[in-house]
C-alpha cells in the first residue's frame, strides 16, 4: 500500500512540476515595457526580422519624445487637481489661471495625438497589407487617431 501511494504522490508532483514549467516556459512577455511591447507585436502581427528591426527603431526613436509628454500630462494633471483643490476650499476660481492651463492642455493633447499618429503610420508603412490591416485593428481603441488613418 506505502507503494502505491508513493507512486501516486511522486506522479502527482511529477505532473505538477511538468505543468507549472509547461506554462512558466509559454507565459507571453510582459507588455509593461517598451521592449515586452515590441515582441507582443512581433508575435502578433507576425513581423519579419527586417520589418521588427525597423519597426523598432522607429520606436525606440520617438520613446523619449513620447515619455516627456507623458511626464507632462502628469504634470498637468497634478497641476488640475491644485485648481480643483483651491476651488474646493476658496470657492473662487482663477479664471485667466484656469484658461491659460486648458490652453495648454489642449495644446499637448494635441502633441501627443500627432507624435502618436506619425509613430503608427511610420509603424504601419513597413508591414504588408493584412499586417497593417491588423495593427490598425490592434491600435483602434484610440479612436480620434484610427478615425484619421482610416479616412
Known sequence: MKRVLFTLV????????????YYR??????????EGQLAWMKTELKLSDS???RIKDLHHASHPRLQAMAAQVAQMQTEFGEFERTRRTTDRVDFLEFARFVEIRRNLNRECLDSTR??????AEVMTPD??????????????LVGSLLN
Not at 506619425?118 to 509603424?123: E, I, M, P, R, T
Not at 490591416?133 to 484610440?142: G, K
Open 10 to 21: 511522486l506522479g502527482l508532483i511529477a505532473g505538477l512540476g511538468s505543468h507549472l514549467a
Open 25 to 34: 516556459y509559454h507565459e507571453p512577455a510582459s507588455t509593461d515595457t517598451l
Open 131 to 144: 499586417q497593417r490591416l491588423r495593427y490598425i485593428r490592434l491600435v483602434a481603441t484610440a479612436e480620434p
Open 118 to 123: 506619425q509613430l503608427v503610420l511610420a509603424s
Open 51 to 53: 520589418q521588427f528591426a
